[in-house]
């Protein structure tokens, strides 16, 4: 195992097993969904979502590291890009919900409803 | 020895700054907890060697998007007592459903772990460098599509923002 060691550098890599990654990504990935099924705060959905994305990114950063591959970084890199341009047009429309029906509830937006 | 321990401080520290952002009542609150998560996932970043993407993950998520959520938050004037709320069955079952979600996630990502190393072992692929290499070679075309999408994306929060469109 130690012979894995280039460098010097203290890594996570050598100690610690990918599974509690797996689980840990899984764990906050869970508290994602749970508060976007939990809250009606159309704002703490939107921070939900983010978790869920930051989870999906820190599990995509651990297979990458493991693997000795950068491409998996470079997916996170994208990733990023995508959830800056998602919160920018989500929180605009946020805006305008709000300036429409002077709350930020989720109920309210049920004209679609069948 | 000590990276073990770093990485069970932070997990604890990421899961519980999760559910505060979940469970806190107010929503400021729960933006400053977020902000907290995300600097334990930063810590994970340098954990596994990924340092420039620790940067990058600081500046664009707690320096942009969270600024942005809180100036969203302040101008809707959102608090405590303005907070809508479900119902304790809806609450109840929202747990219980992400509790079975958690259950079946963790049961399926069972054997992932049997990965199989193709590639030696390299410390530095986090490394401004060995990035830059993979990023302007093998993803030189989506690179240049994300430009697009974020100048979509600016166009499109210009247009809703505005109060009236002539």
């Known amino acids: ?114 | 020895m000590i990276t073990t321990y770093l990485f069970y401080f932070l997990s604890f520290l990421a899961i519980m700054f999760a559910l505060m952002v979940v469970l806190s009542k107010n929503p400021v609150h729960s933006v400053l907890y977020l902000v907290l998560a995300f600097f334990t996932i930063a810590g994970h970043y340098v954990l596994l060697n990924a340092q420039f993407l620790a940067a990058v993950h600081v500046i664009v998520y707690a320096g942009a998007i969270m600024v942005l959520f809180l100036f969203v938050i302040m101008l809707l004037n959102l608090n405590k007592e303005t907070e809508p709320h479900k119902s304790v069955w809806l609450k109840a079952s929202a747990a219980v459903a992400s509790g079975l979600l958690l259950v079946v996630l963790v049961g399926s990502l069972k054997g992932a772990e049997t990965i199989v190393q193709v590639n030696a072992f390299n410390p530095n692929i986090g490394l401004i460098e060995n990035l830059g290499q993979t990023l302007f070679h093998d993803f030189l075309l989506p690179f240049e599509v994300s430009s697009i999408l974020l100048l979509a994306a600016m166009v499109g929060a210009v247009m809703l923002g505005k109060r009236s469109i002539k």
Do not use: C, H
């Open chain 1, 1 to 114: 195992m130690r012979g894995g060691w280039r460098g010097n550098k203290m890594s996570a890599i050598q100690t610690i097993p990918i599974n509690w990654y797996l689980l840990l990504s899984t764990v906050l990935f869970t508290i994602g969904v749970l508060g976007v099924l939990f809250r009606r705060n159309a704002i703490i959905i939107f921070m939900s979502i983010e978790l869920m994305l930051n989870a999906v990114n820190l599990l995509l950063v651990a297979f990458s590291s493991y693997l000795s591959d950068s491409k998996g970084q470079v997916f996170v890199f994208f990733i990023m890009a995508v959830a800056a341009a998602e919160v920018a047009v989500g929180l605009a429309i946020l805006m305008m919900v709000y300036r429409n029906t002077k709350s930020s509830d989720i109920n309210m937006l049920n004209k679609l409803k069948w």
